[in-house]
DNA sequence: CGTACATCTGTTTTT
DNA sequence: CAGATGTACG
């Protein structure tokens, strides 16, 4: 387990309110910037258009930047550049990425190249900046400054309860497919009102989709929650409301950068948006008026301009729309934010040109693009691997058998990745790396803090901390096991509900109740136990001489007192011992926490785990190869990538095809998966795939042969079906047995694919010669067959039918294997 | 109220 | 196939 990456390591730097900057320091004001040509070593190295990123100076500046393009590099050495020169004060500076990890990586480079210089920007995520902002104004947006923040579980577990009163099942309504409507409503900046006024009321679907929506919004009203969605919009809804506030900001941020701006959605336009506005002349007199230093920024009217914004971003690696991610807000940048400048950068510092020219051709079937062409002054480098594999287990000893191959000609394991298109297609990688001995990390997959365990010491934590949070009350009330059923929960609930209390005021109440006396107890013993935790925070108390509790001292006080950990350590199921061993993690944590965020409390724990993603917790420094879906792998890099499951159904995965824009999004992650690999990239696929307990028949996916033959060298290829240009592909190509049909849909010739290609005979007769003929075949037990790879076997059983025919088969050296007689390159002695 | 078992789901990507 | 939900019983 790693340390989550602190969201903002940088020492707290004091509300805009608290400490107005100050304007005029050094080398601030007019002749600094432009003037006479000095040429900072910050510009070593770069290209021209790089350089013209760094250096450009003007009110809006967007910057193209295709796949390797160094844009991090160019990001990172913008802002140097703003603080090097004296433009901008390490406070005026907010920088905007996807995730922590890049907001970390860049802190860490600016720094490098800085030093102290750099402390006082912020530089994080969209949340992780809007909840910084909401916890700083909390009671101007109706809030707690201690409000909880819903993951999409608790969001689900909400809508669920909401869903089951309002019997709403019946129609059809399900926590999930309520909690993507509402998500993608709020996305759009929609609220209930909102919605509800444009709503067909005479539509009893509509009408309880609204009372649901309605609940669920006063639900978190009342915990003094918001879920993710709600960070956004709730800090665009706190900026419109109060130009005032809103003001602080814009006059604070006077550089504004984002980073994958291609991902926003409509509610982080708004943001952007409302950070970059002027602010007018009579609120900034106010400000001055009320002690805020705002002399310096003032232009010739005695307003205060908007922020110069930079964004960056590369439409073809949109991969966030079902999301809510519209690459418009990319499009239209030049139009939404007049005198932009637009700044390309093609040239790509990480892949060889045969990497480039396969992604090149795949995204090129994408319309509706701006023309954009990677390209490598690094040479064209092997030619990318493709190999079929009759399985996903297949698949996968392909993939370990090739890493180990690399592994010895010296290619570290942290330099390899394995990407694939769901997380269930790990379940069979990891069973050969295993037995491979390779050592891998998922990443992302099941999260620590998505462990039941680990949200139950949380929801300690977050009762704690935000005792209105009833959904994290709920979840503590049995956990451990108390006797407190579901029952008494809900006569709690309504006692509260009844006398216009809240959970936790019934809790303290528990004795009114009229329940029996073991449960009462049970009740009153947790509503101490979280009483005395709440005056350890309150320095105030006698309960606490040494001052407050910091977080580790207030969840091992809350795990001794609950007994959690142990009842888990003294349990005899096997499994807890893994959950006992996850909350001393947890604990462990803590005190990193502490550690390193001395001045921070319990309520910046809980953010910070709140808003922990996935490609957060990779450690570079682990020397393992990495694991993880193509959505995780944006903005990284190995030298070596395996790209998996390129199949029909998988990558475009099925669910994306009926979507607008589906396919098309579906080739942009492929096109992020290929320009992830520096030196080396397979491709492979699996004509069978294990997938809900039987096993289902898969068709190469449509992009592969998107990709010039010329580029690929197939071990093993998907057959003549794939074998364009070849000699004899119409007869071939009618053939509908599983394979022929996928290629048969093409839907136009990509541009500067060769016509006829030499046949790859030597494997195309391999593989349609004994693969895909056996159609007909009847095997029955006792028959002796032989296997292309396997060698001879006996037949001891036949299972399933039609296409799905499965013969066991007891391989005189290979041991027992599982046979799909349709397509397995097996023959009949 | 808790446990054990049976049945029935549903299966994309994630801040 | 596995996780979640529902049912029956102690």
Same mark, same amino acid.
């Given at each position: 387990?790693?340390?989550?990456?602190?969201?903002?390591?940088?020492?707290?730097?004091?509300?805009?309110?608290?400490?107005?900057? $100050?304007?005029?320091?050094?080398? &601030?004001?007019?002749?600094?910037?432009?003037?006479?040509?000095?040429?900072?070593?910050?510009?070593?190295?770069?290209?021209?258009?790089?350089?013209?990123?760094?250096?450009?100076?003007?009110?809006?500046?967007?910057?193209?930047?295709?796949?390797?393009?160094?844009?991090?590099?160019?990001?990172?050495?913008?802002?140097?550049?703003?603080?090097?020169?004296?433009?901008?004060?390490?406070?005026?500076?907010?920088?905007?990425? &996807?995730?922590?990890?890049?907001?970390?990586?860049?802190?860490?480079?600016?720094?490098?190249?800085?030093?102290?210089?750099?402390?006082?920007?912020?530089?994080?995520?969209?949340?992780?900046?809007?909840?910084?902002?909401?916890?700083?104004?909390?009671?101007?947006?109706?809030?707690?400054?201690?409000?909880?923040?819903? #993951?999409?579980?608790?969001?689900?577990?909400?809508?669920?309860?909401?869903?089951?009163?309002?019997?709403?099942?019946?129609?059809?309504?399900?926590?999930?497919?309520?909690?993507?409507?509402?998500?993608?409503?709020?996305?759009?900046?929609?609220?209930?009102?909102?919605?509800?006024?444009?709503?067909?009321?005479?539509?009893?679907?509509?009408?309880? /989709?609204?009372?649901?929506?309605?609940?669920?919004?006063? =639900?978190?009203?009342?915990?003094?929650?918001?879920?993710?969605?709600?960070?956004?919009?709730?800090?665009?809804?706190?900026?419109?409301?109060?130009?005032?506030?809103?003001?602080?900001?814009?006059? =604070?941020?006077?550089?504004?950068?984002?980073?994958?701006?291609?991902?926003?959605?409509?509610?982080?336009?708004?943001?952007?948006?409302?950070?970059?506005?002027?602010?007018?002349?009579?609120?900034?007199?106010?400000?001055?008026?009320?002690?805020?230093?705002?002399?310096?920024?003032?232009?010739?009217?005695?307003?205060?301009?908007?922020?110069?914004?930079?964004?960056?971003?590369?439409?073809?690696?949109?991969?966030?729309?079902?999301?809510?991610?519209?690459?418009?807000?990319?499009?239209?940048?030049?139009?939404? &934010?007049?005198?932009?400048?637009? $700044?390309?950068?093609?040239?790509?510092?990480?892949?060889?040109?045969?990497?480039?020219?396969?992604?090149?051709?795949?995204?090129?079937?994408? /319309?509706? =693009?701006?023309?954009?062409?990677?390209?490598?002054?690094?040479?064209?480098?092997?030619?990318?691997?493709?190999?079929?594999?009759?399985?996903?287990? #297949?698949?996968?000893?392909?993939?370990?058998?090739?890493?180990?191959?690399?592994?010895?000609?010296?290619?570290?394991?942290?330099?390899?990745?394995? /990407?694939?298109?769901?997380?269930?297609?790990?379940?069979?990688?990891?069973?050969?790396?295993?037995?491979?001995?390779?050592?891998?990390?998922? %990443?992302?997959?099941?999260?620590?803090?998505?462990?039941?365990?680990?949200? @139950?010491?949380?929801?300690?934590? $977050? +009762?704690?901390?935000?005792?209105?949070?009833?959904?994290?009350l709920r979840r503590i009330l049995n956990t451990p096991k108390r006797g407190i059923g579901p029952a008494t929960e809900t006569q709690l609930a309504s006692f509260a509900e009844a006398n216009q209390i809240t959970f936790r005021q019934a809790m303290r109440n528990a004795g009114a109740l009229g329940l029996g006396p073991k449960v009462t107890g049970a009740i009153l013993a947790l509503s101490t136990l979280l009483d005395e935790a709440a005056l350890k925070l309150d320095p105030a108390s006698p309960?606490?001489?040494?001052?407050?509790?910091?977080?580790?001292?207030?969840?091992?006080?809350?795990? @001794?007192?609950?007994?959690?950990?142990?009842?888990?350590?003294?349990?005899?199921?096997?499994?807890?011992?893994?959950?006992?061993?996850?909350?001393?993690?947890?604990?462990?944590?803590?005190?990193?926490?502490?550690?390193?965020?001395?001045?921070?409390?319990?309520? @910046?724990?809980?953010?910070?785990?709140?808003?922990?993603?996935?490609?957060?917790?990779?450690?570079?420094a682990s020397g393992t190869v990495s694991l993880m879906t193509l959505h995780t792998a944006k903005g990284l890099e190995y030298e070596a990538v395996f790209l998996t499951g390129v199949e029909e159904g998988l990558l475009p995965h099925q669910m994306s095809a009926g979507e607008p824009g589906g396919p098309a999004e579906e080739r942009r992650l492929f096109y992020v998966g290929i320009t992830r690999a520096r030196q080396r990239l397979y491709l492979s696929l699996a004509m069978t795939r294990a997938?809900?307990?039987?096993?289902?028949?898969?068709?190469?996916?449509?992009?592969?042969?998107?990709?010039?033959?010329?580029?690929?060298?197939?071990?093993? +290829?998907?057959?003549?079906?794939?074998?364009?240009?070849?000699?004899?592909?119409?007869?071939?190509?009618?053939?509908?047995?599983? /394979?022929?049909?996928?290629?048969?849909?093409?839907?136009?010739?990509?541009?500067?694919?060769?016509?006829?290609?030499?046949?790859?005979?030597?494997?195309?007769?391999? %593989?349609?010669?004994?693969?895909?003929?056996?159609?007909?075949?009847?095997?029955?037990?006792?028959?002796?067959?032989?296997?292309?790879?396997?060698?001879?076997?006996?037949?001891?059983?036949?299972?399933? @039918?039609?296409?799905?025919?499965?013969?066991?088969?007891?391989?005189?050296?290979?041991?027992?294997?599982?046979?799909?007689?349709?397509?397995?390159?097996?023959?009949?002695?």
């Amino acid at each position: 387990m790693t340390t989550p990456i602190a969201p903002d390591s940088a020492p707290a730097t004091t509300a805009p309110t608290a400490t107005p900057v $100050i304007m005029d320091g050094p080398g &601030f004001g007019p002749g600094a910037a432009g003037g006479e040509r000095y040429r900072s070593p910050l510009l070593d190295g770069l290209n021209p258009q790089q350089r013209e990123a760094v250096e450009y100076r003007g009110p809006a500046l967007l910057i193209i930047a295709g796949a390797g393009s160094g844009k991090t590099s160019v990001l990172t050495r913008r802002i140097a550049s703003l603080l090097e020169t004296r433009e901008a004060w390490p406070s005026q500076i907010l920088a905007i990425t &996807f995730t922590n990890k890049a907001a970390a990586e860049m802190r860490d480079r600016v720094r490098a190249i800085l030093g102290q210089g750099a402390d006082g920007m912020w530089i994080s995520t969209f949340h992780s900046s809007c909840v910084r902002i909401l916890r700083r104004e909390a009671e101007k947006a109706g809030l707690t400054s201690t409000f909880s923040i819903y #993951d999409s579980a608790d969001t689900k577990v909400t809508l669920k309860r909401i869903i089951k009163s309002l019997d709403a099942d019946t129609l059809g309504f399900t926590p999930g497919n309520v909690s993507a409507r509402i998500s993608k409503l709020k996305n759009e900046l929609a609220d209930v009102d909102s919605y509800a006024r444009n709503a067909n009321m005479s539509d009893p679907q509509e009408v309880m /989709f609204v009372e649901i929506f309605r609940q669920y919004t006063s =639900r978190l009203r009342a915990a003094s929650a918001l879920d993710f969605d709600d960070l956004i919009g709730e800090t665009v809804y706190l900026f419109r409301a109060f130009p005032a506030v809103a003001a602080l900001y814009r006059r =604070r941020f006077r550089h504004l950068l984002v980073d994958e701006y291609q991902d926003t959605n409509h509610a982080q336009y708004a943001l952007v948006r409302e950070l970059t506005r002027p602010v007018s002349r009579e609120l900034a007199e106010e400000m001055e008026a009320d002690g805020v230093h705002v002399r310096n920024l003032r232009d010739a009217t005695g307003a205060i301009p908007g922020a110069s914004l930079t964004v960056v971003g590369d439409s073809d690696q949109s991969i966030y729309a079902f999301r809510g991610a519209d690459t418009r807000n990319i499009s239209e940048f030049e139009r939404d &934010f007049p005198g932009t400048k637009v $700044i390309l950068l093609e040239q790509n510092y990480r892949s060889t040109q045969n990497i480039l020219s396969a992604a090149n051709a795949v995204i090129g079937h994408n /319309f509706d =693009r701006k023309e954009k062409k990677l390209w490598s002054a690094g040479g064209d480098g092997e030619k990318i691997v493709g190999y079929t594999a009759y399985s996903g287990h #297949d698949e996968a000893q392909f993939v370990a058998d090739e890493i180990a191959v690399l592994h010895q000609a010296g290619m570290a394991y942290r330099d390899m990745a394995v /990407f694939y298109r769901t997380n269930a297609q790990t379940r069979a990688l990891e069973e050969i790396l295993v037995r491979a001995a390779v050592p891998y990390r998922v %990443v992302g997959g099941t999260k620590f803090y998505e462990r039941a365990e680990i949200k @139950d010491a949380l929801a300690y934590l $977050i +009762s704690v901390a935000n005792p209105v949070d009833e959904l994290a009350l709920r979840r503590i009330l049995n956990t451990p096991k108390r006797g407190i059923g579901p029952a008494t929960e809900t006569q709690l609930a309504s006692f509260a509900e009844a006398n216009q209390i809240t959970f936790r005021q019934a809790m303290r109440n528990a004795g009114a109740l009229g329940l029996g006396p073991k449960v009462t107890g049970a009740i009153l013993a947790l509503s101490t136990l979280l009483d005395e935790a709440a005056l350890k925070l309150d320095p105030a108390s006698p309960a606490s001489p040494a001052g407050p509790a910091n977080v580790s001292e207030l969840l091992t006080f809350l795990l @001794d007192g609950s007994t959690l950990l142990a009842g888990l350590r003294n349990s005899r199921d096997p499994q807890d011992e893994a959950r006992a061993e996850n909350i001393e993690e947890l604990v462990a944590q803590t005190k990193d926490f502490n550690r390193e965020n001395p001045d921070s409390g319990l309520v @910046d724990f809980l953010t910070q785990v709140s808003l922990v993603a996935a490609a957060d917790d990779l450690d570079d420094a682990s020397g393992t190869v990495s694991l993880m879906t193509l959505h995780t792998a944006k903005g990284l890099e190995y030298e070596a990538v395996f790209l998996t499951g390129v199949e029909e159904g998988l990558l475009p995965h099925q669910m994306s095809a009926g979507e607008p824009g589906g396919p098309a999004e579906e080739r942009r992650l492929f096109y992020v998966g290929i320009t992830r690999a520096r030196q080396r990239l397979y491709l492979s696929l699996a004509m069978t795939r294990a997938q809900f307990g039987d096993i289902n028949v898969a068709m190469p996916s449509r992009y592969l042969q998107e990709i010039p033959v010329d580029l690929i060298d197939w071990k093993q +290829s998907p057959g003549m079906a794939n074998s364009r240009g070849g000699t004899q592909p119409r007869a071939l190509n009618a053939r509908r047995d599983g /394979f022929g049909g996928g290629f048969g849909k093409r839907d136009g010739t990509p541009p500067g694919l060769p016509p006829a290609p030499k046949p790859k005979t030597e494997w195309a007769n391999r %593989v349609t010669g004994t693969v895909r003929d056996n159609g007909d075949l009847t095997l029955a037990a006792g028959d002796r067959i032989r296997h292309v790879d396997f060698g001879d076997g006996r037949v001891n059983q036949v299972t399933g @039918d039609g296409a799905k025919r499965i013969a066991h088969v007891q391989f005189d050296t290979a041991g027992a294997k599982k046979l799909l007689i349709k397509i397995a390159p097996i023959e009949k002695l």
